[in-house]
């Protein structure tokens, strides 16, 4: 599509780059032989899953996504890597999973065996998820777990191509819980090798394990950081230099001078306290600006920061550009993203909303927002 349409409104850019940037930092972070999973649910975090599993196909050993229909969607856009599914699925889906070769993450003995059933003429390939401390999904890191996970290796026409679990804290600065974590996924996964029960690779490290727990196995998950975002505030950001892949503009509607006394927007939460220039932005809280952003959040205009006055509207949003120079109906802004040496992080968006950069990222929905791909 013509970029001029894409950029009518609000819009996302991508940059392809920045992606291919950070997933060699982080494999050249891992031990030879290590693969990497491109963690793309959420429609990549928001960066388009379909668009991120192609970049990435000659690159990434596996897709990691949270339903059949994500999974559907990369097999649709030509995407052969193995794909994971990292939840659970629907069993009446499994004929639909042996088809189109898509791997689901097995946590019960009934799923294992109404997958096998599913496979005809084929051995359905599955990854084992193990509960060690995210209390989530997983057999157990026990002796009932151990003997299920048996079983289910016995079965005709299973293929275990995987075993993983799930840090709880490894964003943490604290990493006690994340070492007993780990303790207990090698201790079950060496039970399971003495015994012989076949696993296939072994994956325990999120994007925070990457980054800081000796933690790569055979394979490792990357996730936020292959978007350039880190895990959290608590993790030692020196130690992979990233780039952050996102940036989300909108364009000025219209620009006004109103005078001191004037309410703005919904509620009149703002009321001028001076003469005022202010600027709307075809941009609001349906577009991914959380509403929390009211009255507290800045966008860029013209390299400099623009505050946000009023509440944040669905569709539109007002910023105090008096001290801006020049700025007109038509200029770009930026939401998150830079303008010249000037910057806005989507983690500075997550703390002015009191919530964490994976939602803010997440929130950025097609079809409302169109993206172009740069690079």
């Known amino acids: ?9 609000t819009w996302i850019e991508i940059d392809r780059g920045a992606i291919l940037h950070n997933f060699e930092r982080i494999s050249a972070m891992l031990p030879k032989g290590c693969a990497v999973m491109a963690v793309v649910k959420a429609d990549a975090y928001g960066h388009g899953a379909a668009e991120v599993a192609a970049l990435l196909s000659d690159r990434a050993a596996c897709f990691g996504v949270a339903s059949v229909y994500e999974a559907l969607e990369l097999r649709r856009n030509g995407i052969e890597n193995d794909i994971l ?3 659970g699925t629907e069993e009446e889906l499994y004929p639909e999973l042996t088809e189109y070769d898509i791997m689901p993450s097995v946590f019960t003995r009934r799923a294992a065996e109404a997958l096998s059933a599913a496979a005809v003429g084929k051995k359905a390939a599955c990854c084992i998820a193990v509960d060690t401390g995210m209390t989530r999904i997983g057999f157990p890191d026990d002796a009932a777990g151990f003997e299920e996970v048996r079983r289910v290796a016995a ?4 293929e275990i191509k995987g075993i993983f679990s799930h840090f709880a804290r490894a964003d943490e600065r604290d990493k006690a819980s994340a070492l007993e974590q780990l303790s207990r996924f090698v201790r079950f996964t060496d039970r399971l090798a003495a015994a012989g029960v076949p696993f296939g690779k072994r994956c325990m490290a999120n994007s925070a394990g990457i980054m800081e727990l000796d933690a790569a196995f055979d394979m490792v998950r990357a996730g936020i950081i292959l978007y350039g975002v880190y895990p959290s505030d608590e993790v030692d950001r020196s130690r992979i ?5 996102l940036s989300l503009k909108t364009r000025v509607e219209l620009v006004k001078t109103v005078p001191a006394g004037t309410g703005v927007s919904y509620g009149h939460i ?6 005022t220039r202010i600027a709307t932005l075809c941009a609001g809280y349906a577009d991914g600006v959380p509403r929390l952003l009211s009255n507290c959040g800045n966008v860029l205009l013209r390299g400099k920061r623009a505050p946000i006055i009023g509440r944040v509207c669905m569709d539109q ?9 020049g700025v007109e109906a038509g200029d770009i802004a930026t939401i998150i993203g830079r303008d010249g040496d000037a910057a806005i992080s989507v ?24 993206r172009i791909y740069l690079n």
């Open 1 to 9: 599509m013509d970029n001029r349409l894409l950029k009518t409104r």
């Open 241 to 245: 230099p990233l780039r952050p892949a």
């Open 155 to 158: 079965l005709e026409n299973i």
């Open 317 to 325: 949003m007002m910023v105090d550009v008096t001290d801006i120079p």
């Open 85 to 87: 599914i990292l939840g």
């Open 270 to 275: 703002c009321v001028t306290e001076r003469t």
């Open 347 to 370: 983690d500075e968006i997550a703390a002015e909303a009191e919530t964490i950069s994976y939602e803010i990222l997440c929130s950025l929905s097609r079809p409302r927002l169109p």
